[in-house]
Nanobody
Framework: QVQLVESGGGLAQAGGSRRLSCAAS????????MGWYRQAPGKQRELVAQ???????NYADSVKGRFIISRDNAKNTMYLQLNSLKPEDTAVYYC???????????????WGQGTQVTVSS
């Protein structure tokens, strides 16, 4: 089976930076698009940033110019660089990947367990 595991969450100060990582492991034939989502208490889960297999990126308006999404295909790892953090960035951040586990199976979405990012003012 495929697993996605996030790391890098924790406490941060407003204006500071953190780097989140998402490592995919298990049976992986191909990873297509990947993305970072977040969910704050009392709010719906929202897309933060996404990156295609070809490297094209898209960001939510609230994080444009502050966050950077990237991926290392050789390591099956995706990153999210969080800069100029604000208290409203506080949320559980989830890793998502559309992954085919073999050449004979259609790809499907996998989710990580989430990692908490807390930004204090």
């Amino acid at each position: 089976q495929v697993q996605l595991v996030e790391s890098g969450g924790g406490l941060a100060q407003a204006g500071g930076s953190r780097r989140l990582s998402c490592a995919a492991s298990g049976s992986i034939f191909r990873i297509n698009a990947m993305g970072w989502y977040r969910q704050a208490p009392g709010k719906q889960r929202e897309l933060v940033a996404q990156i295609t297999g070809a490297g094209s990126t898209n960001y939510a308006d609230s994080v444009k110019g502050r966050f950077i999404i990237s991926r290392d295909n050789a390591k099956n790892t995706m990153y999210l660089q969080l800069n100029s953090l604000k208290p409203e960035d506080t949320a559980v951040y989830y890793c998502n990947g559309n992954i085919a586990s073999s050449r004979y199976l259609a790809s499907r979405d996998y989710w990580g367990q989430g990692t908490q990012v807390t930004v204090s003012s």
